[in-house]
């Protein structure tokens, strides 16, 4: 049977850059993340970026980058992640966190913070649920997303150019930065066009709401698709569930 709403049926509230681009690049795991409710826990390095932008965050607040606020922000975090702190990765991504403090510290330099991780909402017409994200740094007069990463990019990803076009649907008279740091360098990337990205959004939005409408069966909305467990993406306990969704042995 199909509903009018597939999204409350679904018990989706909102969309976000995050699900829209996992959408777009694994379905199955998709399906599996929003549909069944699985999530996977954040790793060592998804960890060491949400602690530099902490303690960066608090730099604007007292002044100074507090580099035992960030070895002591990112232990906490492994702990509420459940990340093993003797894990070789995790012990790894500890003696970098300096480094990148440090190129983050030389080298942000933005003027008059105005909020940070600051929740945004876009409604497109005739879609029943928002599309929201969380910007790292809004200034009066520019967006900024921190990215730590340990090899520098050539230039800013699809998926990340659709999650900087919410920020500017949200603030169209903001100019939007993506700021990358590695342990060595950072790169500052500002995206001047955006208007296909937000299409795209739109388009993607849309595309999720027709998908669901199929049917009210979430398992009957699995069986349209295969997963690729093979994937980096998928961690052991995504592809334990895997098993489950799909009947995998």
Not at 28 to 40: A, C, D, E, H, Q
Request: charged content about 25%; glycine content about 2%.
């Amino acid at each position: 049977m199909k509903s009018n709403n597939p999204f409350k049926i679904h018990n989706i509230n909102y969309l976000s850059p995050s699900s829209m681009n996992t959408y777009i690049s694994d379905m199955p795991m998709w399906i599996t993340r929003y549909l069944f409710g699985v999530k996977s826990s954040s790793g060592a390095s998804a960890v060491r970026g949400i602690a530099e932008e902490f303690v960066l965050a608090n730099k604007y607040e007292k002044g100074v980058f507090d580099f035992n606020l960030l070895d002591m922000k990112f232990m906490s975090l492994c702990a509420e992640s459940q990340i093993d702190l003797g894990d070789t990765k995790t012990i790894k991504e500890k003696k970098l966190l300096k480094d990148f403090g440090k190129v983050i510290d030389e080298n942000f330099n933005h003027k008059n913070l105005v909020d940070y991780q600051e929740k945004v909402e876009v409604q497109f017409d005739d879609l029943p649920v928002p599309v929201m994200g969380y910007i790292d740094f809004r200034f009066e007069d520019k967006i900024v997303d921190l990215k730590t990463s340990t090899r520098m990019p050539s230039k800013p990803t699809e998926a990340q150019k659709r999650q900087m076009a919410l920020y500017s649907m949200a603030y169209p008279k903001s100019s939007v930065d993506l700021f990358f740091a590695t342990p060595k360098e950072c790169k500052t990337f500002t995206l001047t066009n955006l208007s296909q990205y937000k299409k795209q959004l739109k388009k993607v939005a849309f595309s999720i709401q027709k998908f669901l409408s199929i049917s009210d069966d979430r398992h009957e909305l699995a069986s349209l698709v295969y997963p690729n467990t093979d994937s980096w993406m998928w961690s052991a306990e995504m592809k334990e569930e895997a098993k489950k969704i799909w009947s995998v042995k």
